[in-house]
């Protein structure tokens, strides 16, 4: 039985998703379409007066039709070649985990990911970097390689660290292939299923929490950020140059 919470947080998503649609941030709109859809649904399974289901009705084809056409659009930009999409992570703003920005990227498609990024250097850098592995582990998709580029920081147990992880990967079949470059400046994520993103700061957005038991510590969608770009793209023919 669906709770009066349920229909709120279906409301919340759906109003998000028409905002994110109307800012042109269609991948992003079309996950909120489709979870406060799916919501509604179970709200209108467990309706029984008919006037209300009725109502339900009609709110859930117009927002189905209204994602049918989203998931349209992207498709037919992908396919020439010429999707772009951009947000904005605001200084001090939070709700930006990894997840909530690469996670619906990571598709079945995926089996090689390479990210470029000269700071994964220092202790707190690494850990963000861990985390995105995490993404990975956690996500649906298929991924069998990981290429990180990044500069070298000698002497401060950068490469140790590193090791460990790849170590730690082949736990979960998954190779991580570690390249340093001096002359590395861009910030870069690749998908082998034809998305890119590129993040102003790349991975090291995130700001210092206040502590260590403070919230905000732990679930990275409670920490504040730093203010940066990030810019979505799709390449129909996507080529990984890290196999």
Not at 1 to 26: C, H, Q, Y
Not at 56 to 65: A, P, S
Not at 150 to 171: A, C, F, I, M
């Amino acid at each position: 039985m669906a709770t009066p919470g349920v229909e709120t947080s279906a409301i919340g998503l759906l109003k998000r998703a028409v905002e994110l649609d109307g800012e042109k941030r269609f991948t992003e709109s079309l996950v909120c379409y489709q979870e406060g859809i799916q919501l509604l649904l179970d709200v209108l399974k467990a309706t029984t007066d008919e006037e209300k289901k009725r109502r339900f009705r009609q709110r859930i084809t117009e927002y189905m039709d209204r994602a049918e056409k989203v998931k349209q659009h992207i498709e037919a930009e992908k396919e020439a070649g010429r999707y772009h999409e951009q947000m904005k992570i605001e200084n001090n703003s939070t709700g930006n985990s990894y997840e909530k920005v690469f996670g619906r990227f990571f598709d079945e498609q995926v089996t090689v990911v390479e990210v470029e990024d000269p700071y994964i250097r220092s202790n707190h850098q690494v850990l963000n970097f861990v985390r995105f592995c995490e993404l990975i582990v956690k996500s649906k998709s298929k991924v069998q390689t990981i290429c990180l580029t990044t500069g070298q920081d000698q002497g401060k147990g950068q490469e140790e660290k590193l090791s460990e992880l790849v170590k730690n990967l082949e736990k979960y079949n998954m190779t991580l292939k570690v390249t340093y470059s001096a002359s590395l400046h861009d910030r870069e994520i690749r998908l082998n299923n034809g998305w890119v993103i590129k993040i102003g700061r790349g991975l090291d957005y995130f700001k210092a929490a206040d502590g260590k038991f403070v919230i905000g510590f732990c679930d990275m969608d409670l920490r504040q950020c730093h203010e940066t770009t990030v810019d979505i793209f799709h390449k129909k023919h996507s080529k990984s140059v890290g196999v």
